[in-house]
């Protein structure tokens, strides 16, 4: 939020753009000074052998501020994810006033998942369509290469005997590739 609020509006005053980029170190020495905290807190906690499983290790790249994330109006974004701490469960009394801004929060990248989620079930259902037709579309070319052969004369008989054995070695391998692989969902996005 500091970066995007305070240094990119401080464009054009040298002034500005200083406070600005202390305002953000500031801000990140509180974010370590924080992370650490918890850090101790944790390593405390397993020691006493009363740690929750929900708490996972703080990695640096859990602390990297993603506005992109959190905002999901912005285009191109529908593959992000948030770091885990940000889907740790939170107690309703600990969300207070916050409360509305959390469930909303929740409730777009709930959204979001299923997006995602059905986008790969729809993703599926062409792969297995597309798997379907490309055999059918080898031995179409093959057919085609065949009747040229048989109408044909010299070399360019010969040359379309050869095209029609490419095209139906082409049809066996997708035949045997596509025939290993498990049948597509039934009843997705019907």
């Not at 790249?61 to 940000?86: C, F, M, Q, Y």
Request: hydrophobic share 40%; glycine share 4%.
């Amino acid at each position: 939020m500091v970066y995007r609020e305070d240094i990119r509006g401080a464009s054009g005053s040298v002034k500005k753009r200083t406070r600005a980029q202390d305002k953000l170190a500031r801000a990140a020495a509180d974010l370590r000074l924080r992370a650490d905290i918890y850090r101790l807190a944790r390593k405390a906690a397993d020691h006493l052998g009363g740690l929750d499983p929900k708490y996972q290790p703080l990695e640096e790249k859990d602390l990297e501020a993603r506005s992109a994330a959190i905002h999901a109006s912005v285009r191109g974004t529908k593959n992000e994810h948030l770091p885990w701490i940000w889907r740790v469960e939170v107690e309703e009394a600990e969300r207070s006033d916050k409360s509305k801004f959390m469930d909303t929060f929740d409730r777009i990248q709930w959204m979001r998942a299923k997006c995602r989620r059905d986008r790969w079930e729809e993703e599926l259902i062409l792969l297995h369509e597309e798997m379907k037709r490309v055999p059918k579309s080898f031995m179409h070319e093959a057919t085609q290469w065949k009747h040229r052969a048989n109408e044909g004369e010299g070399w360019y008989s010969a040359f379309a005997h050869s095209q029609h054995a490419r095209w139906m070695n082409l049809k066996a391998m997708a035949d045997g590739i596509f025939s290993t692989l498990p049948d597509a969902p039934s009843g997705v996005l019907a």
